[in-house]
């Protein structure tokens, strides 16, 4: 598993992510979380561990095509797209997700 390294306090502000350098910007003092922008699309292969990628197919935060980008990079991920269900679609859908998740954790 590559490992994530964020220099907060470098003047170029990077992130090394399995020894590959992005650029970010932080969020100011609300948040310590960084902004990565990638120039490139990420090389996610070496991420073996299980991944289930869940989102709605109408969602404006996350369109389904960039889910399903993100799943096709991921050797060993699952794909679930809810119909007709937003950004919150695994609390639309929990009935259906909470099921589907706990078997995907089982296996």
Do not use: W
Not at 34 to 40: E, M
Not at 58 to 78: E, G, I, K, T, Y
């Amino acid at each position: 598993m590559p490992v994530i390294t964020v220099h907060r306090d470098a003047a170029t502000k990077t992130v090394d992510v399995g020894g590959t350098s992005f650029a970010y910007r932080d969020l100011g003092p609300r948040t310590s979380t960084p902004v990565i922008f990638l120039n490139h699309l990420a090389d996610l292969s070496c991420i073996q561990q299980a991944v289930l990628v869940a989102n709605g197919d109408h969602d404006r935060m996350v369109p389904s095509h960039n889910s399903a980008d993100l799943a096709r990079r991921l050797p060993n991920a699952q794909l679930k797209i809810h119909s007709d269900a937003g950004h919150a679609g695994i609390f639309q859908y929990h009935a259906e997700f909470v099921p589907q998740a706990l078997a995907f954790l089982a296996a």
